[in-house]
């Protein structure tokens, strides 16, 4: 089968391996659609030290189930479009033990830790396996991303009381755009590209700012009816964003850290104290963040068409990448068709 891999830095092949075959309680795949995101990005710049090098890219998918092993539940039968949950869970650490899997200790992240699925085929448990409903198979390569974004909103337990700051509008902070205002808070987006914050607004967001332009501070004052915002979720990871969270959220406010920071944060520490703040971080996602975007996608209130910014063939991965990197800002979601859907 056919399959991309990093085979290190700036440098990324098209391979052949053998084909899979499912074993007891697993699933075997047609991967039709696999998306570049960020985490890949950086494990071919060579900046990701959490991925492992060669590495097959690839855990936000659309497929087609071909075959499964014994012990398969009936209802994941051969020809169900899916995509899948592509983290992995030990079942032991003190995540698991209380219930939040996502978070394992030991997860190891298809495309970063272990080969992903960026390929023709992949072969996982079944409980690892997500029906999509009616959702196109080229859209299911949202549906992981979303759910990040997702999973953020419920750790920042965001009401329709709240005024929820969403610092950054890529993938991810689109999700946490769109979960936000779908539980009925005031969301205000931040972003320091216009096209992105455009794209907030239709998600949802009733307001927007470029961080670039005027006087954040006071304009957030300004749509918080002078008290800050209830709830910041940080989805780019840079200092000045961690910094701007802890300035800007309200007293006894909440902020929601998604976003991986590559370099060490200074921070005032008394407004941490002074201000008697929950700082939370936000990893991955959980099945219901899964079943809650698949509910979101299948409405058709969705913008998808504007959330993939290039579908490529297999043999394209290494200009992509390159393109990518050249211009990240202006990029969404490139997505590999690896086989008809």
């Known amino acids: 089968m056919k399959a991309i891999q990093i085979t290190q830095p700036r440098q990324i092949d098209v391979i052949n391996l053998p084909k899979l075959v499912p074993g007891a309680g697993e699933v075997l795949v047609r991967i039709c659609y696999a998306g570049f995101c960020g985490s890949d990005l950086n494990t071919w710049r060579g900046a990701n030290a959490l991925a492992k090098q060669p590495v097959i890219p690839g855990h936000e998918v659309g497929g087609v189930i071909e075959a499964a092993g014994p012990g398969v539940p009936v209802g994941l039968a051969p020809g169900l479009t899916v995509t899948l949950n592509p983290y992995s869970n030990c079942g032991q650490c003190a995540s698991c033990r209380r219930g939040r899997p996502n978070a394992c200790e030991h997860n190891q992240t298809l495309g970063v830790q272990r080969d992903g699925a960026m390929c023709e085929y992949v072969t996982l448990p079944w409980e690892k396996i997500i029906p999509a409903g009616d959702i196109p198979v080229r859209d299911c390569a949202l549906i992981e991303p979303m759910s990040v974004g997702f999973h953020a909103v419920d750790r920042g337990q965001v009401t329709d009381t709240d005024t929820v700051l969403v610092i950054g509008c890529g993938m991810v902070g689109l999700g946490a755009v769109v979960r936000a205002s779908l539980r009925g808070a005031h969301v205000i987006a931040a972003d320091i590209d216009p096209e992105k914050l455009q794209l907030a607004r239709q998600l949802g967001a009733r307001d927007t700012l470029n961080t670039k332009e005027g006087d954040v501070h006071e304009e957030l004052l300004k749509l918080s009816n002078g008290f800050g915002p209830d709830v910041v979720i940080e989805a780019v990871g840079s200092p000045a964003t961690y910094r701007l969270a802890v300035d800007e959220v309200a007293f006894t406010g ?88």
């Not at 407004?271 to 703040?277: G, S, T, Y």
């Not at 058709?300 to 063939?313: M, N, Q, S, W, Y």
């Open 254 to 341: 909440r902020i929601v850290c998604i976003g991986y920071s590559k370099a060490d944060v200074t921070f005032t520490t008394r407004l941490f104290v002074q201000k008697e703040l929950d700082i939370r971080g936000s990893r991955n996602a959980s099945p219901a963040d899964f079943r809650a975007v698949i509910s979101y996608l299948e409405s058709g209130k969705c913008p998808v068409d504007r959330l993939i910014t290039r579908v490529f063939a297999p043999e394209e991965a290494a200009s992509v990448m390159q393109e990518w990197d050249a211009n990240p800002g202006k990029v969404f979601r490139m997505v590999c068709q690896l086989s008809e859907g």
